[in-house]
C-alpha cells in the first residue's frame, strides 16, 4: 500500500561533498553538500542562492569537491551550522547557524593546495576534484544548479584497484546524507546538528 504525501525534504540519500571556494577576500570557504550528481567528467551541484559557496562559485567560477569518508563524520558535522556569509539569513539564524571565515580550522581540517584552480583542498579527504564551472541553472525558487566540469582528479592510492584508474568500491567508504542524517556502511553513525537544526521529526538512536 502506498499513500500520497508532501515530503518535507527529498533527501533519500546522497554522498556528502565539501566543496571549498575563495571568498572575495582570498580565504578559503569550505562547505558541505549533499545534492551532487556526476555524468561523465561533470559534475551538478544543487545549492541555494544564498549561500557564500554560491556567491563564491558564480564569481571566480572554480572550485574543489572533497568527498567525506565515513570517517570524517565529525569534522563535516562541526560544519554544518557555519556559514562564511558575514550577514547571516535570518532563517539560518534561526536554526542556529553562525558566521567563520576559518573553516577549514573549524572543521579541523587542512588546507593543501590545488593544481589547476585557486580553492585548496581538504588533505584528510581522499578523493578530491577540482572543477571549474560551466554553466549556472536556475532551479526553483531560490536554489541554483551549478554544472562544473572536473579538471583534474586526486585519489588516494589505497582507493584504487592496483594498475587501474578505478576507485575500488570495496575500499570506499563515502558519508552519506540521508533525510539530514549521517550514514556510513548501511548505519547511522553520527547525531547531525544539520537535522536538529532543520527540525527533521525522527530523533535516530545514537551509535553507543
Not at 76 to 88: E, I, N, S
Not at 153 to 168: G, S, T, Y
Amino acid at each position: 500500500m502506498h499513500r500520497v504525501t508532501p515530503l518535507k525534504v527529498l533527501y533519500f540519500g546522497t554522498p556528502v561533498v565539501l566543496i571549498s571556494s575563495r571568498n572575495e577576500d582570498g580565504s578559503a570557504n569550505l562547505a558541505p553538500m549533499s545534492s551532487a550528481w556526476w555524468l561523465g567528467q561533470s559534475c551538478m551541484l544543487g545549492l541555494g542562492d544564498a549561500s557564500q559557496t554560491s556567491a563564491n562559485l558564480r564569481r571566480a567560477r572554480e572550485c574543489v569537491l572533497n568527498l567525506a569518508p565515513s570517517t570524517l563524520v565529525d569534522a563535516v558535522d562541526r560544519l554544518a551550522l557555519l556559514t562564511a556569509r558575514p550577514d547571516v539569513p535570518a532563517y539560518k539564524v534561526a536554526k542556529g547557524y553562525t558566521y567563520s571565515r576559518t573553516k577549514f580550522a573549524a572543521a579541523g581540517l587542512t588546507e593543501q593546495p590545488s593544481d589547476l584552480v585557486s580553492p585548496p583542498r581538504a588533505a584528510e579527504c581522499p578523493i578530491q576534484l577540482e572543477c571549474v564551472l560551466d554553466a549556472a541553472h536556475p532551479m526553483g525558487s531560490g536554489t541554483t544548479a551549478f554544472q562544473v566540469s572536473v579538471v583534474r582528479a586526486h585519489v588516494a592510492v589505497e582507493l584504487l584497484i592496483p594498475e587501474k584508474n578505478h576507485v575500488d568500491p570495496l575500499a570506499w567508504d563515502p558519508l552519506i546524507m540521508k533525510f539530514c542524517e549521517f550514514f556510513g556502511g548501511g548505519e547511522n553513525i553520527h547525531p547531525s546538528q544539520l537535522a536538529t537544526g532543520w527540525q527533521m521529526p525522527h530523533a535516530l538512536p545514537q551509535p553507543a
